[in-house]
């Protein structure tokens, strides 16, 4: 493989591939943006634009590599000073991609092979009002998800710290440490973009409805072997969000501080003993 292609490459080539052109940059830019997110990769760079996320990067890599990637602009019948894009991936592309993918796990590969395909039947305003309607792109929309997410939280955790403070045992020390870490998060996360505050709370409820959803399980006699999977989920979702979020300079990723510096002594306590006694992976 040239030494030049960046591996990021893959997600552009593979969406090409997957549909066999494309004939609009706001669809590509839209499919790239949703697939990313329920594949939970973070390739691209997505913000505000004109017709919601839209990703320089990704607009770049489409235009600075014809050899992979054919791109035809053609004038509007309508307007003047608007044109179209089309995209098509050449013959080396997809030599290109196959050496890619190999660095590739096949489920995530396979996760987004079937996402592209069912975004990419939609009609682009069908796109245009999913990302809308679940991100809460315009800013009243995106405060209102925000106090969504934020009462929401307020109320997983007084009953998860009830738990913790009757019996203290390591399952219920894991959840409330996670969702102690969310508030966190929430109370720090300060960007105007409304795409990233989008993805910021779309996955700080997720696992925050995850959290809620193993109140009673949590509560003893428990089951370790049923929860340890569901845990490590929830831990996954968690080192997305926050790797999202550092790699935005939006919130520092807190194991990486000193953890007095962020949560008070018992948090720390808590959330040390949780990790430590799960064996969650590094």
Known sequence: MPEEVPERLWLPLLILETTGDLHSKTKFQKIAFLAQYESKLDEYDFIKHHY???????????ACYPSLITQTISPSYYASSRHYY?????????????????????????????????LNEKPLC?????VYEKFALKKDDSKQLELQ?????MKVIPPINHIYMKFGNRQTTFVLGILEMIDKILSKSQ?????????????????IQRCKDLA?????????????PQFLEIHDLYNYLI???ENRNIVQ????QPLDEILNEDEALRLSKALEAIELPS
Do not use: A, H, W
């Open 126 to 130: 069908e796109l245009l009002e999913e």
């Open 149 to 153: 997410v934020k009462e929401e939280l």
């Open 243 to 245: 790797q999202y979020c």
């Open 216 to 228: 009673k399980d949590v509560i003893p006699p428990t089951d370790s072997d049923s929860l340890r």
């Open 52 to 62: 919601g996320p839209y990703s320089d990067g990704l607009d770049l890599d489409t």
């Open 253 to 256: 990723d807190p194991m990486s």
């Open 191 to 207: 960007t105007e973009d409304t795409v990233q505050k989008g993805v910021i709370f779309n996955l700080s409820k997720e696992i």
């Open 86 to 118: 089309s995209y098509y991936i050449t013959e080396q592309g997809k030599n290109i991609l196959s050496e890619l993918k190999q660095k590739i796990k096949p489920d995530t590969i396979q996760t987004m092979v079937n996402k592209i395909k069912e």
